[in-house]
Structure formats: C-alpha cells, structure tokens
C-alpha cells in the first residue's frame, strides 16, 4: 500500500433509529437524519445508529454506509423532484459525501474518519426497502437503476474507533488494490459482468480485503 494524503469532504453525517417501515410491521432505520453533535463509531458503527436486520445489514463489514453526495443530481433526473433529495441521507448512508464515488475508492482504502479509521470493505447490494422508500418499482425501480448505473455506495469497516464530528474530513491514509475499485467488483458480482469475464472470480474470492459477503458471493458464483 502506498501513502496518501488526500482528502474528501463529508456533506452530512446521519444516524437513525428501528421504526415501522411498512403496513405489515416491517421495521427499519433506513430513514436516517443528519446530525450535529459528535458521534463515536464503534466496531460495529455508530453508537446512536440502529439496524433492525442484523442478518442483512450491520456487522463488522458493514459497519458505516457511505453514499455520494455527487449521484444526487442523476437521481433528480432519474426520480424527479423527489422530496428524499432534498437533503442527504436519502438512501439510508451514514456518512454522504462529495468527491469520493466507487470508481476512485478501491477495496481496502483506509481513512481518517474524525479519531476513527475506516477501511472499504464492499459496495452496497441494492434491496427492496429503497423501492419502498422512494415509492419506486418495476422498470422505474431505484435497484434496477442501481444496478444500471453502479451508484451503489461503499461499506466500511471499522480499524480504529473514535468520535466523529459532522465537519471532519475523509483522509486517505493507505490506498488499498488499485485494481479493485468498488465500482469494478459491483459490476462484476452484481451487475453480471460475472458473465463476460468468468476468470476475474477467482481473483475477487481471494481478495483478502473484501468482505466475507462479497468474496462468499463470488465462490457461489464460479459454480
């Protein structure tokens, strides 16, 4: 890994708690607020942030969701005058950024993040609940855009826990693979480009950095 120094600035920082997400008691805490007090990040993320399926979202590999601030502007041409615009956190991120997108982040990039060091772990599998969130579905849907466009957002791991303010800056500390970036694995695992270069997977598996989902997903995937 080599040493960088640059730097990426952080529009919001959002938390959010479980709450009834649908008619049928669903929960979830995709609808996150921006903050304005410190927060501490942990192992597992944000102290005052909840998830209410664990068995999906959360976890060591999971542990801060960070979404470009940068794709707003293709969303509203995509969605239109959508009220969830209108600030961030739209699409459920704990941290929304400027500048730093899936094509110029690659797996195993470590960051300052306020006292905390984070490190990519994956970019984000595109599910249901931004459908419903966003009131979308079918053609029109926002995870059949996600997986056209590859706006999917990265997943971070926590190295070293520490408060977060909502005016610190992303630090690049180490640059991780610089043939991996976010937006190259989603293609391949989740965008089928699995299907045109077959040999990359064996590759993505071994790839010691990447979360135990995504390198598990590519194994399935060699079958």
Same mark, same amino acid.
């Given at each position: 890994?080599?040493e960088?120094t ?13 709450? !009834?997400?649908?008619e ?9 607020? !921006? ?9 597992? *993320? ?8 664990? #068995? ?20 509203? %041409?995509?969605l ?12 459920g ?5 400027l ?13 300052h $993040?306020?006292?905390? #060091?984070i490190? #990519? ?20 849907s926002?995870m059949? @855009? ?13 190295i ?5 303010? !909502?005016?610190?800056?992303?630090? =690049? $500390?180490?640059? *991780?693979?610089? @043939?991996?970036?976010?937006?190259? $694995?989603?293609? $391949?695992?989740?965008? *089928? ?5 077959? %040999?990359? =997977?064996?590759? @993505?598996?071994n790839? !010691?950095k ?6 598990t997903?590519?194994?399935? =995937?060699?079958?």
């Amino acid at each position: 890994m080599s040493e960088s120094t640059e730097k990426f600035s952080i529009i919001s920082l959002n938390v959010g708690k479980a709450q !009834p997400f649908r008619e049928d008691g669903t929960l979830s805490a995709i609808a996150k607020m !921006p903050v304005t007090e410190p927060q501490w990040l942990g192992p597992m *993320g944000f102290s005052n942030d909840e998830v209410a399926d664990p #068995i999906h979202h959360g976890g060591f590999d999971k542990a801060v969701h960070l979404y470009p601030h940068d794709h707003y502007s293709w969303w509203r %041409e995509r969605l239109g005058d959508h009220p969830l615009l209108d600030t961030a956190a739209a699409f459920g991120e704990n941290i929304t950024t400027l500048g730093l997108t899936e094509e110029n982040t690659h797996i195993g990039d470590q960051f300052h $993040l306020g006292e905390a #060091i984070i490190e #990519i772990s994956h970019g984000r599998q595109p599910c249901w609940k931004l459908d419903h969130r966003f009131e979308r579905k079918g053609r029109n849907s926002v995870m059949a @855009a996600i997986i056209q466009s590859g706006y999917c957002g990265m997943y971070a791991r926590v190295i070293e826990p520490g408060h977060v303010r !909502p005016d610190d800056t992303l630090i =690049l $500390l180490q640059k *991780g693979d610089d @043939a991996w970036s976010v937006a190259r $694995l989603f293609r $391949l695992l989740i965008g *089928g480009g699995h299907k045109k270069e077959p %040999e990359l =997977l064996s590759e @993505a598996a071994n790839l !010691p950095k990447l979360a135990v989902a995504w390198r598990t997903r590519a194994q399935k =995937l060699m079958k």
